[in-house]
Each structure stands twice: as C-alpha cells, then as structure tokens.
C-alpha cells in the first residue's frame, strides 16, 4: 500500500479498475475512447480542453496526461496556460458571481 | 556548451549508450526487442527496399552544441571528410539508383569542399539535400551559400524545432531563433519556399520526453505562425522523432525520463512505420567514410554488417542493396506513432 494519496505511476493502472466491474469499466473506457477522437471537435481540440478541465478538477493523473498529450498535439507553452486560465477564471468567475447573491440577501436584510 | 566527447563524458562511448538502452535497469531489460517486434511482422531480418538517397555525413564540426544533437556536434568536434573520401563516394554515387544525395553533419556547410563537392553532384544531376542549422548562413563566410545552393537547386532542409522563440532557444541555444527568421527570410527572397525547383523544408523535434504531433496539422500551424509573425513561407514541415542517443539519452538520464519515454516509444510502434523506415532505402556514409545503415548507427558506431562492405572504398551497390540492417533498441524511435525518417513522418 502507497503511503501517499497520489502516486504518478498509477496513471498507467487506471484501466484496472476493469477487474473489480468490468461491463461499467469497458462502457466508460468505450465511451472515454469515443469522446477523444476527432469528430465535430477535433482531437487536438479536445486535448486542450481536457488539459483546462484537469485543472479546474484538480487532477493530478489528469494533469499529466493532458500536458504531454497537449506537447504531442502541437500546442504551445502559452496556448496550454492560456486554456489554464479559462478554467481559473471559470472558477474564480464561479465564485465570484454568487456576490451578487450575498448583495441580494444584503439588501433584503438591510433597511 | 561543448559536446559530451570534450567533456570526457561516459556518454560518449556508443557502448555506454548501447548499454544504458539496453540493460540500464530491470525495467529497461523487461521491454520489448526491436527485432522481437520485427520478427512478429515478418520484416526480421531488416532489409533495403533498394538504395536511392545516399546519404553523407561530411563532419562532425559545427558552430552550435544543440541540446538533442544525436551527432554530438559542436565546434570541437574536428571529424571532417576529405577530398579524398568525397571523391571516393563521388565514383559510388554515380549510378542511376541513386537519384539523392544528402548532405548532413554537423553543419555540413562547414566541410572546405562543400562547395566543390555540390559542383560535383550537381554535375551527376542528382538532387540534392542540405541540412542546415540556417544560423550558420548567418555568418560572413557563408552568407553567399543561400545564392550558391539556389543556383544549383538545392533542397534546403532546415531544423526550427518550434515556431515559437521559447522553444527554439531552449534547445538550439539563445538567439537561435531571431537568427533563423533572418535567414528564412533572406531563403525566401532569393526564391527558397516560393519557386518550384528551390525546395525549402523546416524539420520539427519535440524539445523534450514526447512524441512529435501529427505532421500535417502541426504545418498547418507553423505555416500560420510563420507567415502571420514573420512573413515566411516554406514547403514543408518534417515530423522527427527524438531517438535515445547520445546528448538526448543524457536529457532523458538527467531528467529521470528514460523508462517512460522507452516504453513509450515501444507501445507506439507500428508495423506500418517499420515498413518505411528510410534505413531500406537509404545508406550513410560517415566522415571517415565508413558506411551505416542510418545516421543514427553511424553515431553508434553500428557499420553495416553480416558480410556486406562498410567503408566506401570497398563499395558494392548491389552486396548492399541486399545486406541485412543493423538494429538495436534506438531503432523504435522510428518506429513510433506515425514513423520517423530524415524526411519527417513515414505513415
């Protein structure tokens, strides 16, 4: 047993978690396998856009596999923290919109 | 920088490198045999599909230390081809298989019989390949090379490992970048990417532990680049992939990317690239004009084998039209994902 929580070389066991359910297993892997290819997206797109997610998910297994795949698709150090960016400010937008929440509450509670 | 040999560095002894790919750690002894692969093809032993581009390696020499280079370049390496042997593979290269001769280093330019040596080629009316670090043009003694090489039709094929500054730099060196635009775009005004016959190419690495992107969609997008940012055409971008010798195994060793880059390289590989692979229809002859399979042998000190010549004084076109190809771990670099060749992907 691992005595951390994250262990980079797991990545590479993630196709494991077939043996405990294997139909659930190969229908997401299926199903992951399809979302990646090229389609209305292409998949050069939509490595980018995983590598955005990965960091709005804050996955670490994620985060590693979409930076050498965005490498391997063409994208530059600038376009993969640009894509960072917009899941940063999604979140801190997230975040931040539900002020307006607090001002609504704040005007109903004040006089 | 100077090259891993300068540096007395273990690296620079092809066994070393033999050994680190092959045996370097129970994980790397566990992976796959490149000729394992090639016999579940059927295309073990490796043979030539037939000698067309000769392929010459006139030194060593060259006025950058990149931090890849598979060659160990740099400007103390003093290996050099003579007259002599250029004279030698002169006679060898005279037969109609061969309709390509390309020229390689090092910075080839730097060879003092280039210019002889391309007269002399040009007269056979074989096509001809520069590669060319494009910052050597940039220099006063051969800043009239770009006119020379257009006035024969020379193919110019030139490294620009990315589009973008930050890449290019951190592999090739500070400033190598804003010196190659200057260049490209003094190619591009005597015609280089713009007429027909003066074929400009650019070739892509990956500037560290990754496979290269697609070819296609990865021109599209220097193309965009280079136009939109410099005003800069060419013709075609190359695809190479990064095989684990020399100053790139060292990368790979002092970053503790080695296995996983291995491996990578081995689960990529793919029958159809293994079909391409240019070792079938190329020969490389080294400064001291020992023949090789490939470029990449040649820096393994890997000579051609199992009976057939290996030194161009002893040539036979065809004893090595079918000789079988020396190969060895290094070999799934060109293997992987869409193939790797001189002439960029191979599927």
């Given at each position: 047993m691992e005595k951390t929580y994250y262990n980079p070389k797991d990545l590479k066991k993630f196709g494991n978690v077939s043996d405990f359910q294997k139909e659930l297993g190969d229908k997401f892997f299926d199903y992951y396998n399809t979302v990646f290819a090229d389609s209305a997206l292409s998949a050069k797109e939509k490595s980018l856009i995983a590598l955005a997610v990965a960091?709005?998910?804050?996955?670490?297994?994620?985060?590693?596999a979409y930076t050498e795949e965005s490498l391997e698709?063409?994208?530059?150090?600038?376009?993969?923290?640009?894509?960072?960016?917009?899941?940063?400010?999604?979140?801190?937008?997230?975040?931040?919109?539900?002020?307006?929440?607090?001002?609504?509450?704040?005007?109903?509670?004040?006089? | 920088m100077k090259s891993l040999i300068a540096q007395s560095h273990s690296l620079s002894d092809p066994d070393v490198q033999l050994d680190i790919i092959n045996n370097h750690n129970e994980k790397i002894k566990s992976l796959a045999r490149f000729e394992q692969k090639l016999d579940e093809i059927d295309l073990f032993p490796l043979k030539p599909t037939g000698i067309e581009i000769f392929q010459i390696n006139v030194g060593y020499m060259c006025n950058m230390t990149c931090k890849h280079c598979h060659v160990d370049a740099g400007p103390d390496r003093k290996e050099i081809m003579t007259r002599e042997t250029l004279e030698l593979c002169l006679d060898a290269l005279n037969h109609e298989q061969i309709t390509t001769v390309d020229l390689t280093g090092g910075a080839p330019e730097m060879n003092p019989h280039f210019r002889w040596f391309v007269d002399e080629v040009s007269k056979l009316g074989k096509h001809i390949i520069v590669r060319s670090n494009l910052t050597i043009l940039d220099t006063?003694?051969?800043?009239?090379?770009?006119?020379?090489?257009?006035?024969?039709?020379?193919?110019?094929?030139?490294?620009?490992p990315f589009y973008s500054k930050r890449r290019t730099d951190t592999q090739r060196g500070e400033g190598t970048y804003d010196k190659s635009m200057k260049v490209l775009k003094i190619l591009n005004e005597?015609?280089?990417?713009?007429?027909?016959?003066?074929?400009?190419?650019?070739?892509?690495?990956?500037?560290?532990?990754?496979?290269?992107?697609?070819?296609?969609?990865?021109?599209?997008?220097?193309?965009?680049?280079?136009?939109?940012?410099?005003?800069?055409?060419?013709?075609?971008?190359?695809?190479?992939?990064?095989?684990?010798?020399?100053?790139?195994?060292?990368?790979?060793?002092?970053?503790?990317n080695?296995?996983?880059?291995?491996?990578?390289?081995?689960?990529?590989?793919?029958?159809?690239?293994?079909?391409?692979?240019?070792?079938?229809n190329t020969i490389s002859i080294g400064w001291d004009g020992t023949l090789y399979d490939c470029d990449f042998n040649q820096m393994l000190k890997m000579q051609t084998n199992h009976g057939s010549p290996d030194h161009i004084k002893d040539w036979d076109?065809?004893?090595?039209?079918?000789?079988?190809?020396m190969v060895n771990q290094h070999c799934f670099g060109c293997t992987a994902g869409a193939g790797s060749s001189c002439g960029g992907a191979v599927t």
């Open positions: 960091h709005a998910v804050q996955c670490p297994y994620c985060i590693d698709k063409g994208f530059s150090e600038e376009q993969m923290m640009e894509a960072v960016h917009v899941a940063t400010a999604i979140r801190g937008g997230a975040s931040l919109v539900h002020g307006v929440q607090m001002m609504n509450k704040v005007d109903k509670l004040s006089m | 006063r003694k051969f800043e009239d090379l770009p006119q020379f090489m257009a006035d024969r039709g020379v193919e110019i094929t030139c490294s620009l005597i015609g280089y990417g713009k007429d027909e016959n003066l074929q400009l190419n650019l070739v892509y690495n990956p500037v560290g532990a990754f496979l290269p992107p697609d070819q296609e969609s990865l021109q599209e997008d220097y193309k965009e680049r280079l136009w939109n940012d410099h005003g800069i055409v060419f013709n075609e971008l190359y695809t190479i992939t990064n095989l684990p010798i020399s100053r790139y195994l060292n990368f790979l060793l002092m970053s503790d080695l296995e996983e880059y291995m491996e990578k390289l081995i689960t990529s590989f793919n029958p159809g690239a293994a079909q391409g692979v240019m070792c079938r076109l065809e004893r090595l039209n079918n000789r079988e190809i």
